[in-house]
């Protein structure tokens, strides 16, 4: 395990009337919790076993734990939506003084949304698909508020300004689906805030953007605190957590097991848990490569080796105004045998585009891929399906690309049914085979997606790309899902599965850290253009264009890792300065 | 510019849809191998004389080929003549304007009645206690599964027979439309509801769902505001079952309840083998058919705004 060395930034940028509430004279916590149980149903155990922590306006506490540990569930009955099976029981739940045990339902509707804002997870699906983003910011005013139409549309450009939106106008009369992750993770931080709540929940607010937006809207969270908010923060990222806490709890199966101040947990944790935590995300953040890259030379002089071939592809959409927006531009790249690509860009930089079109999901407008020398892209459907068991692909979520009634043993028997095995025995034989592949035993054959873990999801998703006997594994963000923990093994896996089966990787991600592990070569894109490319460790090192350093300082990091890639001091005020400067549009009013 | 060219190409398929139907049905018809003539004359007991027989096939056509009949009367119908009635003796267009109005509002009741109810059950029902479930769909069951005209006599025993509220037959008035309606109605609220709430079930489980609580917004509001506008979705799905359940119950309703209209005018078509007629009252369904489908595509880019993209 690493040392973590901290160095903490927010006490300066807490205002001096924060670091007033902190003197003796403590004013009595905004949220009092004690010894609260959640449980569903008849079940045994309880999914949260009696916790106790107490949260004070302009304080961040910072619950961190796996998925399953209680996290959200605590959240959720903060805001008394726990669900109808849910019994809650507690020796004291407060809000500002009033007990939130025994209130009613109409009660508990003017505390949400008013005084208590609540971010979810999950960016895409927490805002409504079928209303613009204009009417889900302004539904808490209009619940809530006194403020009549004018007014509130008003409000709603100013909101959507001050969480970073640029274009808020515009923004406002588009729906979810055509803004990208992050400005739907900004514009539900919008809505969340929008009746000044004094308490603010996040369940992982950062966990599915890339670095340069995780630091905006870190930024964003900083200053909400600063303004006198509490704020109750989810997540399993370590590097988040101190950056924007106060205090850390650390949970584990419903129970807190270590609670205190971010820099002791952090540089001395007590419970073997928390040490386990620390252990898995520096491994994640911090491991050695395992094997040595290629070289540039190496490669360069197996030419016939292209596995694929991109030449100056382009796409185009057209935009809803009826102007047409081009989203990757000339890209053109190549991907040699046993070599592993990493594609790094924010969110709407075009990496999924680009994705799509070397899968063949998406013909290209212009240019063309080539797989193995021949053409691919202008092939027709019919005439790529022979040819698509070649490139497999890993998603960021593979539950969502499992069939829910399919076990595992059809999920992959199926994949074998492609290159032609159908019999039942020698199915189950291969699926077998393939399990141990990934690491899994043949238990987990009659079991349905929605009966695994996310890890062995994300097991059970490789070893279906590896069914076919693919050339080439297309990884789009496959861990980006995963807890930091599980992260590790399944980056470790796959690394070792490429070495044995000499696969060629594309690896997309926004995750540096990620993509400097397991790269070979790396191709950053901004606005679909590729802005810089070559060999990993010579761009991390020392990248040239803006923009790539502007993605490398953004990693809110654990604060010992800067040294790693070079010598530049990159903690985070000077990356929320340098940010602020460069995107100019992150003034936070409120 | 993309809507007008996919209104385009629908029509343009519809135009087909119209052609093949038409063409079905006259192949069917002639496939029987009646004499028209006959029917014409008033059938078998009129006993018409040779020479007759003779006049009426030179008057309506019928000594030509079938290939010319057949192209005579596509002609026609483009022109929008469709042909006397054999038995009315009248045109078929006239015979179905005549008729078209009474089933029109029976249709259009019955739409509303079901649409309104199943949308209403179905938000009442989702997710709610087990009992309320399962009574609920129990009754979906009991009523989808009967046929329309079990439901109707049943209907008319309660209502007409015993408590002597409503009509048992006629088509003038309000009252006399209230049984069809429900005829009709009934057995598309509950496939309607069962669809709908499954749907509802499912919306309600979503992230965005949690998210409009944590605003403060009560069931009512999450329910009308958020829910309600997801489930329509597979309601349009559905109006193409919806409106053959129409066209198909109004047959037997209107034949139970003797109301006029065009379900009874085309039992009473079928019966005399009035091609002319049967043939008329089918490409207006089929029309018609065309016309709604058309109008669900362009309602789904109105409900699903992800849906205007794509064609």
Known sequence: ?590 | MTLFKRIAWRLLAGVGVLWCTVTLAFVAFHLIGDDPVVTILGGEDAQPSKEMIALVRKEYGLDRPLSVQYAQYLWRAVHGDLGQSYRLHIPVARAISQQLMPTLSLMFSATLVSVFLAVALALLTAKRAPWIRSFSSGVELVISSAPAFVLGTLLLLAFSFQLNWLPSFGTSGWETIVLPTLALALPIVAVLTQVLRQELEDILELPFIVTARARGLSETRVRLGHALRHALIPLLTLSGFIFASLLGGAVIVETLFSRQGIGRLMVEATGNKDVPMVLGITELSALIYVVVNLIVDLLYAVVDPRVKGAV
């Open chain 1, 1 to 590: 395990m690493s040392t973590i060395v901290l160095k903490k930034d927010s006490q300066k940028l807490i205002g001096p009337e924060v670091a007033c509430s902190r003197s003796p004279q403590l004013p009595p916590p905004l949220i009092e919790v004690e010894n609260l149980s959640v449980r569903f149903g008849h079940r045994d155990r309880p999914v949260i076993g009696g916790i106790s922590f107490t949260l004070r306006r302009g304080e961040c506490l910072a619950l961190v734990g796996e998925s399953g540990s209680g996290k959200s569930v605590t959240s959720r009955t903060l805001v008394g939506l726990a669900g109808p099976r849910a019994e809650v029981t507690a020796n004291r739940l407060r809000l500002d003084g009033e007990d939130l045990l025994s209130i009613r339902e109409a009660a508990w509707r003017k505390i949400r949304g008013r005084r208590i804002g609540f971010v979810m997870q999950d960016a895409l699906g927490s805002l409504d698909p079928l209303r613009t983003v204009g009417r889900e910011v302004a539904e808490p005013l209009l619940i809530h508020g006194a403020l009549n139409r004018a007014q509130r549309e008003a409000k709603v450009i100013e909101l959507l300004r001050s969480v970073g939106i640029p274009e808020p106008e515009l923004r406002a009369l588009q729906y979810p689906h055509q803004l990208s992750g992050g400005l739907r993770q900004r514009a539900l931080i919008a809505s969340a805030i929008a009746c000044g709540p004094e308490l603010l929940i996040a369940d992982e607010p950062t966990t599915a953007l890339d670095a340069a937006v995780q630091a905006q809207v870190l930024l964003l969270l900083e200053s909400l605190r600063n303004a006198n908010t509490a704020m109750l923060i989810i997540s399993h990222d370590l590097a988040v957590v101190s950056r924007l806490a106060d205090r850390v709890a650390v949970m584990h199966q419903g129970l807190i097991v270590e609670q205190g101040p971010i820099d002791e947990v952090l540089q001395n944790p007590q419970h073997v848990y928390t040490q386990s935590l620390l252990a898995a995300a520096s491994y994640v953040h911090g491991g050695n490569r395992r094997w040595a890259p290629t070289t540039m030379n190496e490669v360069l002089s197996n030419k016939d080796e292209f596995v694929i071939n991109a030449d100056n592809v382009t796409k185009t959409f057209p935009n809803p105004d009826g102007k047409s927006r081009t989203v990757v531009e000339r890209v053109s790249f190549v991907l040699r045998r046993k070599e592993t690509l990493g594609i790094v860009g924010e969110s709407g930089s075009g990496k999924t585009t680009l994705m799509r079109m070397i899968l063949g999901l998406e013909k290209p407008d212009a240019g063309a891929v080539y797989l193995r020398g021949n053409s691919w892209t202008s092939l027709s459907s019919a005439a790529q399906r022979s040819e698509r068991r070649r490139i497999q692909v890993i998603f960021q979520d593979p539950f969502s690309s499992f069939d829910p009634r399919y076990t595992v043993e059809h999920v992959i028997g199926e994949a074998l049914g492609v290159i032609g095995i159908s019999g039942r025995k020698e199915r189950r034989q291969q699926t077998i085979e393939l399990l141990r592949w990934v690491r899994l035993d043949a238990s987990i054959l009659p079991r349905r997606p929605i009966e695994l873990s996310g890890g062995q999801r994300q097991r059970v998703a490789i070893a279906r790309a590896l069914a076919p006997r693919p050339e080439v594994l297309v990884c789009d963000e496959p861990v980006s899902a995963l807890d930091v923990s599980v992260q590790a093994q399944i980056l470790e896996l796959l690394e070792d599965l490429k070495e044995r089966l000499g696969l060629s990787c594309l690896f997309i991600s926004h995750d540096l850290d990620i993509v400097h592990r397991i790269s070979d070569r790396v191709m950053v894109m901004k606005d679909g253009v590729v802005v810089e490319s070559g060999d990993v460790r010579e761009i991390f090192a020392r990248p040239r264009h803006e923009y790539t350093r502007l993605l490398l300082d953004a990693i809110p990091g654990l604060p010992a890792k800067t040294s790693r890639w070079s010598a530049q001091d990159s903690h985070a005020e000077s990356t929320a300065t340098k940010l602020e400067q460069s995107e100019g549009v992150l003034e936070v009013q409120l």
